[in-house]
């Protein structure tokens, strides 16, 4: 019998650490949570495949077979299809709250002797940049990251965007180069976008089955979500 806990919970073994950056990852010996999310999308198509060519047609009106055909939805794997979904979705919140803790640690609160510093430093910086035009403002921004110190990038991540903002500029460039700066971020930024991918594939291909399981016909083809799993490519 299909069991959609063992496809997607492994066995006891749960999450462990990543790589030296401290980014979670979601592997066990059954594979990452988008491999056993996709096993489990694969193994319904297989089974609502024997589920149709093992109805006995001519026993039934068509009214029957309508019904036979709607019972699957209720089976274990057409209900392993929505935890798949669960667990692809749960892996990308768990990037998402990665990223923000990197964020976090990138710029934190410090003492009052930190917090002083890192205002005199921004009230320096902040008239550097009063003194450009719009014309140069982004440049002048992009040069000032680059050379920040770790602590001063802390700062310029809470500084920046507000500022940015406020002369009119756009900011959606700024988390791409706080990336080259900081390594660590970069890579939960990464795992971020693919686990992002990997949900919407997810979402798609449970669409498709389930569409396919009120309908009574299915996608040819399940869309492989490899090359966006944030625990092999991020």
């Known amino acids: 019998m299909f069991d959609p806990k063992a496809v997607l919970a492994g066995r006891a073994s749960n999450e462990h650490a990543g790589d030296q950056s401290g980014l979670a990852t979601s592997t066990t010996d059954l594979g ?13 198509h297989s089974a609502f495949v024997h589920h149709l060519t093992n109805i006995p047609r001519e026993l039934y009106s068509d009214d029957g077979v309508a019904d036979a055909i709607a019972g699957f939805s209720t089976s274990q794997a057409a209900c392993a299809v929505d935890l798949a979904v669960d667990q692809v979705r749960q892996r990308r919140d768990g990037a998402q709250e990665q990223l923000n803790k990197i964020r976090q640690e990138l710029s934190p609160d410090g003492d009052t002797a930190a917090e002083l510093r890192a205002g005199r430093f921004w009230n320096r910086t902040k008239g550097l940049l ?105």
């Open 130 to 234: 009063d003194s450009v035009d719009n014309s140069g403002l982004l440049s002048r921004t992009q040069d000032l990251l680059a050379k920040a110190s770790r602590t001063e990038l802390g700062t310029l991540l809470q500084e920046l965007a507000p500022y940015l903002i406020s002369r009119g500029q756009t900011t959606d460039w700024l988390d791409s180069a706080v990336a080259e700066i900081a390594p660590e971020f970069g890579r939960a930024r990464e795992q971020l976008r693919t686990a992002d991918q990997a949900l919407q594939i997810a979402k798609f291909n449970a669409n498709a089955l389930r569409r396919g399981f009120r309908e009574g016909r299915l996608p040819s083809v399940i869309v492989d979500p490899s090359n966006y799993d944030p625990d092999r490519n991020g």
């Open 32 to 44: 990452t949570v988008v491999e056993r999310a996709h096993a489990a999308m694969t193994d319904a």
